[in-house]
Nanobody
Framework: QVQVVESGGGLVQAGDSLRLSCAAS????????MGWFRQAPGKEREFVAT????????YYADSVKGRFTISRDNAKNTVYLQMNSLNPGDTAVYYC???????????????????WGQGTAVTVSS
């Protein structure tokens, strides 16, 4: 069982930046693929970004490419999502997820992720 806890959400204005953090339990964190997803009110959960076990590969949704950066610190069992140039369309609950199959190529399909946090809410006002 892997515990996943997100933090860092809040209310910001358009153009602002925010950094989300996700802490995952377990001594094998450095072998996990980690992903960020989001769900806006009335919409389905969508992929945001993912990172390989060693941080060497990252992938982003087109909607956030160039504005968001995913990174990880394996010594702290933590993955981050730096979000810049936020706009109201980024308003959502952001979820962190774990795929323990670190040998795979990271992807954006939520069914590949086994463990999920409770989410942290991000609201961007115009």
């Amino acid at each position: 069982q892997v515990q996943v806890v997100e933090s860092g959400g809040g209310l910001v204005q358009a153009g602002d930046s925010l950094r989300l953090s996700c802490a995952a339990s377990g001594r094998s964190f450095s072998t996990y693929i980690m992903g960020w997803f989001r769900q806006a009110p009335g919409k389905e959960r969508e992929f945001v970004a993912t990172i390989s076990w060693n941080g060497g590969s990252t992938y982003y949704a087109d909607s956030v490419k160039g504005r968001f950066t995913i990174s990880r610190d394996n010594a702290k069992n933590t993955v981050y999502l730096q979000m810049n140039s936020l706009n109201p369309g980024d308003t959502a609950v952001y979820y962190c997820a774990v795929d323990r199959r670190g040998w795979r190529t990271p992807g954006g399909n939520p069914i590949d992720y086994e463990y999920w946090g409770q989410g942290t809410a991000v609201t961007v006002s115009s």
